[in-house]
């Protein structure tokens, strides 16, 4: 029997789903919309329409990767990376680094720049008795 996927396994499954998901309906939206544009033109040479099809459906297949990283990803992240490393780093011992840690949200924990981050400053108390 496998091993079951634990919840963290799960929801990065389930949000690489999404995104292909997304990914594939904005190419169809794309290609599609490249058409419309291309379609009224008249034209016998049928390679050139091809090209510029495709050039206009790069064009927004780019557009849409803009809008996706600067909007959707960043939907429910309500943490900044940099604010989260920086209250981690600020801790001068093992206990103020847990201490800082445990104030962190369930998402920045899971965060795997973080997580990183966290497991570094750790390593440099790995010597320091806890009291």
Known sequence: MSNPINNVEREKII????YRKGLS?????????????????????????LKEVCRIRDFFLEEHKNYYAAVIANVGANYKVEESVAKLK???????????????????????EIKRVANLEKDKYKNENLQ
């Not at 309906?25 to 329409?49: C, G, H, Q, W, Y």
């Open 15 to 18: 949000k690489d789903a999404q």
């Open 90 to 112: 600020a801790a001068t011992t093992l206990d103020e680094l847990q201490a800082a840690w445990r104030l962190l949200s369930e998402d920045e924990r899971r965060d795997e």
């Open 25 to 49: 309906i904005a190419f169809f939206n794309a290609t599609n919309s490249a058409i419309s544009l291309v379609a009224p033109r008249e034209t016998s040479d049928r390679e050139e329409v």
